[in-house]
């Protein structure tokens, strides 16, 4: 199966605004310790397939949670929503090489935004649905 954070990481890294903001540091999961600089975490918050009456369709619909994180409230909300004007009714392919996926569609679900003490930086996050195919 083709990993969809990677898909999104190239698929990020692929526009020059973002890339202005935090240069390669899209991480999956969680930002290394001692990054505190603008900052991207992909995470895949779940994603049940799709069946039908002979079994799976093959379409993923992925919650995908996207947080911008930077040393300011106000940065981290312009680096969320260059990630938004990016991704939202996205559909095409994301990835390089063997980990080129097709989406049928990216959606915004739900969003937050918070401080983390431990880290000493601002969050401004995302979940996106991304319909996906599985192969």
């Known amino acids: 199966m083709k990993d969809i954070r990677k898909a999104l990481r190239s698929f990020l890294l692929a526009d020059a605004a973002i890339v202005a903001v ?14 505190k600089a603008s900052s991207i975490v992909v995470t895949r918050v779940s994603g049940p397939g799709d069946y039908h009456l002979s079994g799976p369709s093959g379409l993923i619909n992925a919650r995908i949670q996207i947080d911008a994180w930077a040393i300011t409230a106000d940065a981290a909300a312009t680096l969320a929503n ?9 559909r095409g392919t ?7 996926i097709t989406v049928h ?7 937050r935004e918070d401080y ?5 930086l601002y969050r401004s996050g995302r979940d996106f649905f991304v319909h996906h195919l599985e192969l």
Do not use: C, H, S
Not at 23 to 32: C, E, G, K, Q, S
């Open 22 to 35: 935090v240069v390669d540091r899209v991480y999956a999961l969680r930002i290394p310790q001692g990054v």
């Open 82 to 90: 260059l990630v938004k004007d990016r991704i939202d009714g996205y």
């Open 94 to 100: 994301m990835g390089t090489g063997g980990n080129i």
């Open 105 to 111: 569609g990216v959606f915004v679900a739900d969003l």
């Open 116 to 120: 983390d003490d431990e880290a000493e």
